[in-house]
């Protein structure tokens, strides 16, 4: 099972919007509503951000949104902030039953 | 309040075993599908193995399948993975998350690392 395609890494400058791009394969990404995004901090553990495509958890900031099209999902962060810094992972569900991550992509707030 | 925490990581050479143990409070454990995802050092995150709420399903990454065993003790509250014919490329913290929905881990612990090297 190959990782999704995230790039590598993404920037802006405080209130600019960014989006971070996760293409897979109709075999995952655009199979089912099963992409999740991750946030994680340097030295801390994954924090869900994004599940069911464009579901945001309990307590996280209404900023994060996500959507789909075709094979392709993406995380928007709108007016992003210094807290944001991190890297972003995202994940789908398989046809084969496996769970397949992007290989994350660094935001750096500039 | 949910608390995910690994125990048993450590230094082994290649071809041996490690087993590692997720000890779960806070939550109905028998109720929830639980995940083991790994982190090789500097690297991404990589999925491992997904044990159903009764452990009546299992599945596993190309990567481990043949050499890993997953299983949990939901009276223990508890997950396990028991790694067998370990290798260099398996050196990695490796995490144990709980499964909201079936890409979407809501918890997770703060890992336990699993050094393979001679």
């Known amino acids: 099972q190959s990782a999704l395609t995230q790039p590598a890494s993404v920037s802006g400058s405080p209130g600019q919007s960014i989006t971070i791009s996760c293409t897979g394969t109709s075999n995952d990404v655009g199979a089912y509503n099963s992409v999740s995004w991750y946030q994680q901090r340097p030295g801390q553990a994954p924090k869900l951000t994004i599940y069911d495509v464009s579901n945001r958890p309990s307590g996280v900031s209404a900023r994060f949104s996500g959507s789909r099209s075709g094979n392709t999902a993406s995380l928007t962060i709108s007016g992003v902030q210094a807290e944001d810094e991190a890297d972003y992972y995202c994940s789908s569900y398989t046809r084969i039953n496996t769970r397949v991550f992007g290989g994350g992509t660094k935001l750096t707030v500039l | 309040e949910v608390h995910l925490v690994e125990s048993g990581g450590g230094f082994v050479q290649p071809g041996g075993s490690l087993r590692l143990s997720c000890a779960a409070s806070g939550f109905t454990f028998n109720t929830y599908g639980m995940n083991w995802v790994r982190q090789a050092p500097g690297k991404g995150l990589e999925w491992v193995s997904e044990?159903?709420?009764?452990?009546?399903?299992?599945y596993y990454a190309d990567s481990a399948k043949g050499r890993f065993t997953i299983s949990r003790d939901n009276a223990k509250n508890s997950l396990y993975l028991q790694m067998n014919s370990l290798r260099d490329e398996d050196t990695a913290l490796y995490f144990c998350?709980?499964?909201?929905?079936?890409?979407?881990?809501?918890?997770w612990g703060r890992g336990t690392l699993v050094t393979v090297s001679s």
């Open positions: 044990i159903s709420s009764t452990g009546s399903t299992i």
């Open positions: 998350a709980r499964e909201l929905t079936a890409a979407g881990f809501d918890y």
